[in-house]
T-cell receptor
Framework: ELKVEQNPLFLSMQEGKNYTIYCNYS?????LYWYRQDPGKSLESLFV?????AVKQEGRLMASLDTKARLSTLHITAAVHDLSATYFC????????????FGKGTKLTVNP | GAVVSQHPSRVICKSGTSVKIECRSL??????MFWYRQFPKQSLMLMAT?????????EQGVEKDKFLINHASLTLSTLTVTSAHPEDSSFYIC?????????????FGPGTRLTVL
């Protein structure tokens, strides 16, 4: 059974600081997704990582995937208040079903 | 492209009534649609997977007689919560994927907030 663990679950940081959110998963998969969710809203797709060593960047966010370590990271550079949200990683089950298993989410609060 | 809509966005109903939620892919044909529920401050939990023209596949612990799913066309899936009770109150999110995309990415709808009184 695929398990996906995110940490930390809560993250409070100051504007301008850097931090990393980690996503570990338990079985082989080569597709990992990062999403952002604002309160009361649905998911916004941030990154799709499809292969070992994949790195993608958009603004102050950078995501990477290490399939051998079964680890993905979401790095935040020089955080700003607008990045406050809950971030989820989701891993494709890899069995052809297209099902995703979600982590519990990381609630990020960026303080001025 | 790849827009998924849900209707209604918010519904309040009395206990014992049935509620239907629609999920539409607006600009692509969705070979597979997924239904999730999300309780406050929790993650998304997959309820069922539906493919056009065939019966939905439910996840363990999800009552298929309570949560009726119909995927009548390549652009529409519906979730009916039958005889709703307060514990069914939740945020329901659908997603749709297309075999035409290179990696079958799921595109998420805006969600439906159900409150059962």
């Amino acid at each position: 059974e695929l398990k996906v663990e995110q940490n930390p679950l809560f993250l409070s940081m100051q504007e301008g600081k850097n931090y990393t959110i980690y996503c570990n998963y338990s079985t082989t998969s080569d597709r990992l997704y990062w999403y952002r969710q604002d309160p009361g809203k649905s998911l916004e797709s941030l990154f799709v990582l499809l292969s070992n060593g994949a790195v993608k960047q958009e603004g102050r966010l950078m995501a990477s995937l290490d399939t051998k370590a079964r680890l993905s990271t979401l790095h935040i550079t020089a955080a700003v208040h607008d990045l406050s949200a809950t971030y989820f990683c989701a891993v494709d089950m890899g069995d052809g079903s297209e099902k995703l298993v979600f982590g519990k989410g990381t609630k990020l609060t960026v303080n001025p | 492209g790849a827009v998924v809509s849900q209707h209604p966005s918010r519904v309040i109903c009395k206990s014992g009534t049935s509620v239907k939620i629609e999920c539409r892919s607006l600009d692509f044909q969705a070979t597979t649609m997924f239904w999730y529920r999300q309780f406050p401050k929790q993650s998304l939990m997959l309820m069922a997977t539906s493919n056009e023209g065939s019966k939905a596949t439910y996840e363990q612990g999800v009552e298929k007689d309570k949560f009726l799913i119909n995927h009548a066309s390549l652009t529409l899936s519906t979730l009916t919560v039958t005889s709703a009770h307060p514990e069914d109150s939740s945020f329901y999110i659908c997603s749709a994927s297309s075999r035409g995309s290179s990696y079958n990415e799921q595109f998420f709808g805006p969600g439906t907030r159900l409150t059962v009184l």
